[in-house]
């Protein structure tokens, strides 16, 4: 051991006695003008990891990086395709990557048909033009090692005039058409909105708005004749689909499904019609009823056991089996997802004739959120296999991802004394979610 040789931060008593142990910082000097730029250089230094310490040097430590910025704008002429290539591809990275490596950001662009030669003039064009900064390496021959993007919004409008004008609108419009409306999936919608609005293409926000209001009308679409009623081509949910379900979750569950609409009821009970009336149990053990047909349900009459909704449709179709002997005697719905107007119609019938009903979902954000959505439509209203201890007990669990992590600390933070709060509290602490498959064949 012995005393330390360099100066201590002043955070560290000079009495202390340890052994330096240096490693290397880049130390960036202050910007000077040099003609047309403005220049700063960086000297590797190697500083003492305990006490802060520089190690001393016998000759002046030479520069190994320099950067470069315009010292004023250039006008830039118009792009040609490299130059649109180039800054398309910069443009792509900034969201996450603005500061970028150049041999990886070079490779790209001749993955692109556009080699170096090409692509380093136009990235001196655009230093120039005040949109980046670049870094070179200062031993001959000069090497350029990297590339800052100074000003994403102005090099976007370079490589696309008016599309964030563009953006901007559609955003608003967006967010105009969701205001006053109540449902969990047209707030995702609005944080997708507010949170993402750089990434967010002007299609892409208008079709957020677009599957959110759906889904709170609870219609039921088949995917083309949706994607050309709100989006104007029957191929433009394909190609938007992928960025929906990240923001929203599964389309099939909100409403937009290969098919039209179909209520599937089964179990004990008896349904009502205007001009009929038939026993569930004669056509076990289920059926299906178009959206129109269960609209005009006047009532579902049920057993003491009451009515259950129930999110997925394996789960349905075990109870309408008899596979879960504590649902005995029940009437079923399947809610397919969040519930459209059709299964909303049953839970009603049910209501009229005095039922009780209650809801069977998946133990996560959307199976909580759906059935506290079927709850507000009965005074008697339960769950079934939603409880903490549940998720305790599940037999099977698969992990939560971080968005739903995040999803179910937001949905905690503004809403605690909610039903299934509990719940909620403790697939966070579990840090996993629950299928309603996993209950099926345990009893």
Request: aromatic share 4%; net charge positive.
């Amino acid at each position: 051991m012995r005393r330390c040789r360099s100066s201590p931060r002043r955070d560290v008593r000079p009495t202390l006695e340890h052994k330096c142990c240096y490693r290397d910082r880049l130390v960036w000097s202050a910007w000077a003008r040099s003609g047309a730029f403005l220049e700063r250089t960086a000297r590797r230094v190697p500083f003492c990891d305990t006490c802060g310490g520089e190690q001393p040097a016998r000759r002046p430590r030479l520069p190994v990086l320099i950067e470069r910025e315009s010292a004023a704008t250039s006008p830039l002429a118009l792009l040609d395709d490299a130059g649109r290539v180039v800054t398309g591809l910069l443009l792509s990275r900034a969201p996450k990557e603005p500061d970028l490596l150049a041999r990886g950001l070079l490779g790209q662009l001749a993955a692109r048909g556009v080699t170096g030669s090409v692509a380093e003039p136009w990235l001196e064009r655009l230093m120039e033009a005040r949109l980046l900064r670049l870094r070179f390496r200062v031993r001959e021959p000069r090497r350029l090692i990297g590339v800052v993007i100074r000003d994403a919004n102005a090099l976007e409008e370079l490589a696309h005039p008016g599309a964030r004008s563009a953006r901007a609108a559609a955003l608003a419009e967006a967010e105009r058409s969701l205001e006053g409306v109540d449902h969990p999936i047209a707030e995702e919608a609005r944080r997708a909105l507010r949170e993402g609005h750089a990434e967010l293409s002007p299609e892409l926000a208008r079709a957020l708005a677009a599957v959110a209001l759906h889904a709170a009308g609870g219609d039921v679409l088949a995917e083309r004749v949706f994607s050309v009623r709100h989006l104007g081509s029957s191929k433009a949910l394909a190609r938007l689909r992928p960025k929906l379900e990240a923001r929203l979750g599964p389309l099939d569950a909100l409403g937009i499904r290969e098919g039209g609409g179909i209520v599937l009821v089964g179990g004990t009970g008896r349904a009502v019609l205007p001009v009929a009336s038939f026993d569930l149990a004669v056509l076990a053990p289920y059926l299906g009823l178009s959206r129109e047909s269960a609209l005009a349900l006047e009532r579902l009459e049920c057993r003491p056991a009451g009515l259950v909704a129930v999110e997925n449709l394996t789960a349905f179709e075990a109870c309408c089996r008899g596979e879960v002997p504590e649902l005995a005697g029940a009437a079923f719905v399947w809610t397919a997802g969040y519930p459209g107007r059709g299964a909303r119609a049953v839970v009603e019938a049910a209501v009229r004739a005095g039922a009780s009903v209650r809801a069977w979902c998946d133990l996560d954000l959307d199976g909580v959120r759906i059935a506290r959505m079927i709850a507000t439509w009965s005074a008697r209203r339960g769950f079934f296999k939603m409880s903490t201890a549940d998720v305790s007990l599940a037999p099977r669990r698969r992990p939560i991802t971080d968005r739903a992590r995040a999803a179910i600390k937001r949905e905690l933070r503004d809403g605690r004394d909610r039903e299934l709060a509990d719940t909620l509290g403790a697939i966070l602490e579990a840090n996993a979610w629950v299928e309603q498959e996993a209950f099926l064949g345990s009893s």
